[in-house]
């Protein structure tokens, strides 16, 4: 660890130059520009290590041949701290493409030993700079960080939606589904033995409307907990399908693989809305009459791909402040490692694509694609 800075306003300065005379000169120049600074000079490369172990310093000035090192070997000892202040070579001529090559390397800045009278001015630009490149490390640290609290955050949310839904159809299995079974069984023993012809045609009725409260309540079971928890991707993405089509009238064509490859339910369940959110986009956004969903475990890389030919999406579009769908598509397929892609030509189509890496497994080279 590093001390802290004697006083904010004190320029620690450490000098790497093996001539006494050069050195005092620096100490006149910073002498009448600098108000307060503490100068230390150091000529081997261990003196400059050690110092840079013991203490803080804001500035390093550097010769650039010294003895049996150069300046570069200095600036790749300095490497090796995390926290590096700026490297000023300070030196006498060393030649123009030298000097450009160090600078290139990362040094950050280079002043002639004749003009040391600009010293105070290259010191202050460097520290600005320095500065600056300090407060946008931190800022992309934050980013970084902040990114990462965002992704866990969608996991847990869509983790938490999962469950909430899970939950829901349960109930709704057992309480809802469970009574009207019940009610369906008694309604049939009346019936049976219902003389009166009127109450038979009311009970007959009733049963209809039964019918139609169970078939509902499949159908809100099966949106709330989707099959494939059950049946498989496959299934799942081609009862979607059909049920798109049935409520849409738009045709829908589905290529699937014939996979029994054990897919981890957490992925099949982000393909499973992938394609739930990209048909909803289609019957909202799209106006096509035609829709192709591909799906494909091919080469280790689960991928789906919903494709509609109708009028396209403009980039402006994906950018709405109040637009969640595909954005939350986005941060799901990260969840399993995966990413999203989308293309899409003005009244030529979109076609959004999901890819997620699978574990590789042998017997994935059998599969046949339908
Ligand atoms: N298949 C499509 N064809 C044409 N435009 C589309 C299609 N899918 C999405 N879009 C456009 O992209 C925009 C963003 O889609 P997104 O799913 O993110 O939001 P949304 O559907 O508007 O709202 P929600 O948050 O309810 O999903 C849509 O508003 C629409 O303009
Ligand atoms: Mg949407």
Known sequence: MH????????????????????????RRVLCSTVESFD????????GFAEQLQTRHFDVILADYRLPGFTALDAWQTLQQQADRPPFVLLSGAIGESAAVAAIKMGVSDYLAK??????????????????????????????????????????????????????IAREIHDDIGGSLAAVRFDLSWLERHASDEAARSHLH????MLGHALDASQRIMKDLRPAILDQGLVAAVEWLAESFTKRTGIKTVVYAFDSS????????????????????NISKHAICDLVNID???????????????????????????????????????????????ISSF???????ILSV???????????ETV
């Open 346 to 352: 003005e009244n030529r189509g979109t076609s959004i």
């Open 39 to 46: 100068l230390k000079r150091v000529e081997s490369l261990e």
């Open 114 to 167: 004749d003009d040391v009278a600009k010293l105070a001015p290259t010191i202050r630009r460097v520290l600005e700079l320095h500065a600056i490149r300090r407060a946008k490390d931190a800022a992309d640290a934050e980013l970084a960080r902040s990114q990462k609290r965002l992704a866990e955050f969608a996991e847990h949310l869509q983790a938490t939606i999962e469950q909430e839904r899970a939950a």
């Open 261 to 280: 490859r054990d897919i981890a339910k957490a992925v099949q369940l982000v393909a499973y809305r992938t394609a739930q959110e990209a048909l909803t």
């Open 3 to 26: 001390q802290k800075r004697a006083s904010e306003t004190t320029l620690n300065v450490l000098h790497l130059e093996d001539s006494e005379v050069d050195h005092e000169l620096v």
């Open 295 to 341: 799906l494909s475990d091919a080469e280790d890389v689960l991928t789906l791909e919903v494709r509609d030919n109708g009028q396209g999406i403009a980039q402006v579009e994906l950018a709405k402040p109040k637009s969640f769908g595909i954005r939350g598509l986005q941060e799901r397929a990260k969840t399993v490692e995966g990413w999203l892609d």
């Open 205 to 208: 009725s009733a049963k209809e």
């Open 357 to 367: 890496p699978l574990p590789a497994s042998a017997g994935a080279m059998n599969q």
